[in-house]
Protein backbone atom coordinates (compact mmCIF):
# COMPACT_ATOMS: atom_id res chain seq x y z
CA UNK A 1 0.00 0.00 0.00
CA UNK A 2 1.23 3.60 -1.08
CA UNK A 3 -0.28 6.90 0.85
CA UNK A 4 -0.39 10.64 0.53
CA UNK A 5 -1.52 12.90 3.27
CA UNK A 6 -4.89 11.97 3.85
CA UNK A 7 -5.41 9.34 0.60
CA UNK A 8 -3.73 6.08 0.42
CA UNK A 9 -3.74 3.61 -2.66
CA UNK A 10 -4.28 -0.11 -1.50
CA UNK A 11 -4.53 -3.53 -3.24
CA UNK A 12 -5.63 -6.51 -2.05
CA UNK A 13 -4.06 -9.47 -1.90
CA UNK A 14 -6.18 -11.45 -4.28
CA UNK A 15 -4.77 -8.87 -6.59
CA UNK A 16 -1.80 -10.68 -6.85
CA UNK A 17 -3.62 -13.47 -7.51
CA UNK A 18 -4.89 -12.70 -10.47
CA UNK A 19 -1.63 -11.98 -11.76
CA UNK A 20 -0.25 -14.54 -10.99
CA UNK A 21 -2.90 -16.25 -13.38
CA UNK A 22 -2.56 -14.34 -16.29
CA UNK A 23 1.15 -15.17 -16.38
CA UNK A 24 0.39 -18.76 -16.40
CA UNK A 25 -2.59 -18.42 -18.90
CA UNK A 26 -0.43 -16.04 -21.15
CA UNK A 27 -2.93 -13.26 -20.58
CA UNK A 28 -0.86 -11.05 -18.66
CA UNK A 29 -0.47 -7.95 -20.93
CA UNK A 30 -4.61 -8.04 -21.59
CA UNK A 31 -4.87 -8.25 -17.50
CA UNK A 32 -2.53 -5.17 -17.03
CA UNK A 33 -4.46 -3.77 -19.68
CA UNK A 34 -7.81 -3.61 -17.93
CA UNK A 35 -5.91 -3.31 -14.46
CA UNK A 36 -4.65 0.24 -15.22
CA UNK A 37 -7.92 1.09 -17.22
CA UNK A 38 -9.78 0.40 -13.99
CA UNK A 39 -7.25 3.13 -12.07
CA UNK A 40 -8.21 5.72 -14.64
CA UNK A 41 -11.48 5.13 -14.30
CA UNK A 42 -11.46 5.41 -10.46
CA UNK A 43 -9.34 8.62 -10.71
CA UNK A 44 -12.17 9.86 -12.78
CA UNK A 45 -14.44 9.99 -10.37
CA UNK A 46 -12.12 10.80 -7.43
CA UNK A 47 -10.66 13.52 -9.57
CA UNK A 48 -14.68 14.83 -10.67
CA UNK A 49 -15.16 14.68 -6.49
CA UNK A 50 -12.26 16.75 -5.93
CA UNK A 51 -13.77 19.26 -7.75
CA UNK A 52 -17.07 19.14 -5.79
CA UNK A 53 -15.20 19.40 -3.00
CA UNK A 54 -15.51 15.67 -1.70
CA UNK A 55 -12.73 13.79 0.55
CA UNK A 56 -11.52 10.58 -0.43
CA UNK A 57 -9.93 8.21 2.16
CA UNK A 58 -8.05 5.25 -0.64
CA UNK A 59 -8.62 3.90 -3.89
CA UNK A 60 -8.14 0.13 -3.44
CA UNK A 61 -7.79 -2.15 -6.08
CA UNK A 62 -9.72 -5.63 -6.11
CA UNK A 63 -9.05 -8.47 -8.40
CA UNK A 64 -12.29 -7.37 -9.93
CA UNK A 65 -12.03 -3.80 -10.47
CA UNK A 66 -11.49 -0.82 -8.20
CA UNK A 67 -13.13 0.74 -5.52
CA UNK A 68 -12.79 4.94 -4.71
CA UNK A 69 -13.69 5.59 -1.20
CA UNK A 70 -14.88 8.84 -0.03
CA UNK A 71 -15.55 9.63 3.83
CA UNK A 72 -18.78 10.21 3.07
CA UNK A 73 -20.83 7.19 4.44
CA UNK A 74 -24.33 8.18 5.68
CA UNK A 75 -25.35 10.24 2.39
CA UNK A 76 -23.67 13.66 3.34
CA UNK A 77 -22.56 14.75 -0.31
CA UNK A 78 -26.01 15.74 -2.76
CA UNK A 79 -27.36 13.09 -4.64
CA UNK A 80 -27.07 15.63 -8.09
CA UNK A 81 -23.32 15.83 -7.30
CA UNK A 82 -23.21 11.90 -6.80
CA UNK A 83 -24.86 11.12 -10.38
CA UNK A 84 -22.03 13.10 -12.05
CA UNK A 85 -19.16 11.94 -10.05
CA UNK A 86 -20.61 7.98 -10.49
CA UNK A 87 -20.88 8.72 -14.48
CA UNK A 88 -17.05 10.61 -14.26
CA UNK A 89 -15.59 7.07 -14.39
CA UNK A 90 -17.19 5.92 -17.95
CA UNK A 91 -16.84 9.32 -19.33
CA UNK A 92 -12.60 8.92 -18.69
CA UNK A 93 -13.20 5.06 -20.11
CA UNK A 94 -15.54 6.59 -23.12
CA UNK A 95 -13.32 9.52 -23.77
CA UNK A 96 -9.83 6.81 -23.80
CA UNK A 97 -11.90 5.00 -26.59
CA UNK A 98 -12.20 7.92 -28.80
CA UNK A 99 -8.82 8.57 -28.61
CA UNK A 100 -8.02 4.70 -29.61
CA UNK A 101 -10.41 5.83 -32.90
CA UNK A 102 -8.88 8.88 -33.74
CA UNK A 103 -5.11 7.77 -33.24
CA UNK A 104 -5.84 4.87 -35.28
CA UNK A 105 -7.76 6.73 -38.05
CA UNK A 106 -4.44 9.07 -37.94
CA UNK A 107 -2.54 5.89 -38.70
CA UNK A 108 -0.93 6.75 -35.41
CA UNK A 109 -1.40 3.18 -33.58
CA UNK A 110 -1.82 -0.61 -34.83
CA UNK A 111 -5.71 -0.71 -35.68
CA UNK A 112 -5.85 -4.01 -33.76
CA UNK A 113 -4.21 -2.69 -30.70
CA UNK A 114 -6.78 0.23 -30.75
CA UNK A 115 -9.67 -1.29 -31.68
CA UNK A 116 -8.42 -3.78 -28.63
CA UNK A 117 -7.54 -0.88 -26.45
CA UNK A 118 -11.52 0.68 -27.38
CA UNK A 119 -13.55 -2.64 -26.74
CA UNK A 120 -11.53 -3.07 -23.37
CA UNK A 121 -12.63 0.93 -22.62
CA UNK A 122 -15.99 0.53 -23.42
CA UNK A 123 -17.01 -3.06 -21.68
CA UNK A 124 -15.50 -1.65 -18.73
CA UNK A 125 -17.81 1.90 -19.18
CA UNK A 126 -21.03 -0.37 -20.06
CA UNK A 127 -20.27 -3.34 -16.83
CA UNK A 128 -19.55 -0.28 -14.85
CA UNK A 129 -22.89 1.41 -15.53
CA UNK A 130 -25.46 -1.52 -14.86
CA UNK A 131 -27.64 -0.72 -12.02
CA UNK A 132 -26.35 -2.76 -9.42
CA UNK A 133 -24.97 -1.59 -6.18
CA UNK A 134 -21.71 -0.91 -5.66
CA UNK A 135 -21.29 -0.03 -9.47
CA UNK A 136 -21.66 3.32 -11.08
CA UNK A 137 -24.84 2.54 -12.52
CA UNK A 138 -26.28 1.06 -8.89
CA UNK A 139 -24.90 4.27 -7.59
CA UNK A 140 -27.17 6.39 -10.12
CA UNK A 141 -30.01 4.77 -8.96
CA UNK A 142 -29.15 5.38 -5.47
CA UNK A 143 -29.08 9.58 -6.19
CA UNK A 144 -31.87 9.37 -8.27
CA UNK A 145 -34.10 7.25 -5.70
CA UNK A 146 -32.93 9.64 -2.84
CA UNK A 147 -33.87 12.75 -5.06
CA UNK A 148 -36.99 11.21 -5.36
CA UNK A 149 -38.05 9.38 -2.07
CA UNK A 150 -37.41 9.42 1.31
CA UNK A 151 -33.61 8.21 2.23
CA UNK A 152 -35.09 5.17 3.93
CA UNK A 153 -37.14 3.97 0.89
CA UNK A 154 -34.71 5.11 -1.03
CA UNK A 155 -31.98 2.41 1.06
CA UNK A 156 -34.68 -0.30 -0.07
CA UNK A 157 -35.57 0.73 -4.05
CA UNK A 158 -31.56 0.75 -4.43
CA UNK A 159 -30.55 -2.68 -2.86
CA UNK A 160 -33.21 -4.63 -3.37
CA UNK A 161 -33.48 -3.48 -7.50
CA UNK A 162 -29.47 -3.93 -7.40
CA UNK A 163 -30.09 -8.03 -5.67
CA UNK A 164 -32.73 -8.63 -8.28
CA UNK A 165 -30.73 -7.38 -11.35
CA UNK A 166 -27.13 -9.13 -9.99
CA UNK A 167 -29.25 -12.26 -9.77
CA UNK A 168 -30.40 -12.00 -13.26
CA UNK A 169 -27.24 -11.08 -14.79
CA UNK A 170 -25.59 -14.01 -12.62
CA UNK A 171 -28.12 -16.37 -14.16
CA UNK A 172 -27.70 -15.08 -17.92
CA UNK A 173 -23.78 -15.48 -16.83
CA UNK A 174 -24.47 -19.29 -15.92
CA UNK A 175 -26.21 -20.20 -18.50
CA UNK A 176 -24.34 -18.45 -21.62
CA UNK A 177 -23.23 -21.30 -24.31
CA UNK A 178 -19.61 -20.34 -22.81
CA UNK A 179 -19.71 -19.31 -19.07
CA UNK A 180 -16.68 -17.66 -18.18
CA UNK A 181 -15.84 -18.53 -14.29
CA UNK A 182 -14.38 -14.71 -13.91
CA UNK A 183 -17.52 -13.16 -14.75
CA UNK A 184 -19.58 -16.04 -12.69
CA UNK A 185 -17.63 -14.68 -9.27
CA UNK A 186 -17.98 -11.45 -10.33
CA UNK A 187 -21.98 -11.53 -10.67
CA UNK A 188 -21.90 -13.25 -6.86
CA UNK A 189 -19.67 -10.81 -5.57
CA UNK A 190 -22.08 -8.29 -7.02
CA UNK A 191 -24.99 -9.92 -5.52
CA UNK A 192 -23.72 -10.44 -2.25
CA UNK A 193 -22.68 -6.65 -1.97
CA UNK A 194 -26.06 -5.71 -2.85
CA UNK A 195 -27.83 -8.73 -0.46
CA UNK A 196 -26.06 -7.20 2.18
CA UNK A 197 -26.50 -3.77 1.59
CA UNK A 198 -30.39 -4.68 1.99
CA UNK A 199 -29.82 -7.02 5.00
CA UNK A 200 -27.99 -3.75 6.63
CA UNK A 201 -30.26 -0.78 5.35
CA UNK A 202 -31.90 -0.57 8.51
CA UNK A 203 -28.29 0.12 10.38
CA UNK A 204 -27.12 2.25 6.82
CA UNK A 205 -30.46 4.44 7.78
CA UNK A 206 -29.52 4.91 11.77
CA UNK A 207 -25.97 6.06 10.70
CA UNK A 208 -27.95 8.90 8.25
CA UNK A 209 -30.09 9.61 11.25
CA UNK A 210 -27.40 9.92 13.61
CA UNK A 211 -24.70 11.59 11.54
CA UNK A 212 -27.72 14.30 10.98
CA UNK A 213 -28.37 14.54 14.56
CA UNK A 214 -24.70 15.53 14.98
CA UNK A 215 -24.41 18.22 12.22
CA UNK A 216 -27.97 19.39 11.29
CA UNK A 217 -29.90 19.01 8.36
CA UNK A 218 -29.59 21.55 5.23
CA UNK A 219 -30.63 22.44 1.93
CA UNK A 220 -34.40 23.62 1.46
CA UNK A 221 -37.05 23.32 4.27
CA UNK A 222 -39.58 20.02 3.03
CA UNK A 223 -42.84 20.35 5.09
CA UNK A 224 -44.28 16.94 6.05
CA UNK A 225 -47.57 16.72 7.18
CA UNK A 226 -47.46 13.53 9.91
CA UNK A 227 -50.33 11.97 11.92
CA UNK A 228 -50.34 12.75 15.63
CA UNK A 229 -50.30 9.02 16.12
CA UNK A 230 -47.18 8.40 14.63
CA UNK A 231 -44.05 7.67 16.39
CA UNK A 232 -40.58 9.12 16.53
CA UNK A 233 -38.89 7.04 14.13
CA UNK A 234 -42.35 6.46 11.81
CA UNK A 235 -41.95 10.26 11.56
CA UNK A 236 -38.06 10.28 10.29
CA UNK A 237 -38.47 7.97 8.03
CA UNK A 238 -40.03 10.43 6.17
CA UNK A 239 -36.57 12.36 6.05
CA UNK A 240 -35.16 13.20 2.55
CA UNK A 241 -31.66 13.86 1.78
CA UNK A 242 -30.44 17.37 0.93
CA UNK A 243 -33.66 18.78 2.96
CA UNK A 244 -34.44 19.91 6.59
CA UNK A 245 -37.62 19.30 7.09
CA UNK A 246 -40.67 20.50 9.57
CA UNK A 247 -43.52 18.24 10.89
CA UNK A 248 -46.51 19.37 10.55
CA UNK A 249 -48.85 17.44 12.78
CA UNK A 250 -52.67 16.72 11.98
CA UNK A 251 -55.35 14.39 14.17
CA UNK A 252 -58.62 14.28 12.80
CA UNK A 253 -57.97 16.52 9.36
CA UNK A 254 -57.24 19.52 12.43
CA UNK A 255 -53.58 21.02 12.73
CA UNK A 256 -52.09 19.70 16.34
CA UNK A 257 -49.12 21.29 16.28
CA UNK A 258 -45.51 21.04 14.37
CA UNK A 259 -42.20 19.63 15.42
CA UNK A 260 -38.49 20.44 13.77
CA UNK A 261 -36.32 17.60 12.34
CA UNK A 262 -34.07 18.42 15.10
CA UNK A 263 -36.40 17.79 18.15
CA UNK A 264 -37.41 14.26 16.65
CA UNK A 265 -33.65 13.61 16.43
CA UNK A 266 -33.08 14.89 19.88
CA UNK A 267 -36.05 11.97 20.69
CA UNK A 268 -34.51 9.52 19.12
CA UNK A 269 -30.25 9.99 19.96
CA UNK A 270 -30.83 12.00 23.27
CA UNK A 271 -33.91 10.97 24.78
CA UNK A 272 -33.66 7.19 23.56
CA UNK A 273 -37.47 7.29 22.86
CA UNK A 274 -37.89 5.87 19.24
CA UNK A 275 -41.18 4.51 20.33
CA UNK A 276 -42.89 7.91 21.50
CA UNK A 277 -46.29 9.34 19.80
CA UNK A 278 -45.64 12.50 18.08
CA UNK A 279 -48.59 14.27 20.04
CA UNK A 280 -46.45 13.38 23.31
CA UNK A 281 -43.57 15.73 22.33
CA UNK A 282 -45.81 18.26 21.20
CA UNK A 283 -47.31 18.28 24.54
CA UNK A 284 -44.23 17.40 26.66
Given at each position: ??S ?29 L ?8 E ?35 S??EE ?42 A??N ?27 TI??G ?21 HL ?6 L ?8 H ?5 F ?21 D ?6 E ?14 L ?12 R ?22
Amino acid sequence: MSSAPGFSFRVHPLFWLVIGASVLTGAFVETVLLLSLVVMHELGHVWTGRAYGWRFRALTLFPFGGVAETDDEVGQYSPREEIVVALAGPAVNGAMAGVAWVCAAGELWPEAWARQFAAANLWLAGFNLLPIWPLDGGRVVHAVASLACPYRLALTITFGWSASVALLVLVWAWTAPQPRLHLLLLCLWLYREAASGYHERRLRFFRFLFARWRRGGDGPLRVVRADSSWTVLEALRHIKRGRHHRFELRAGGRRTGALTERRLLDALFRDKAPARRLLELVKG
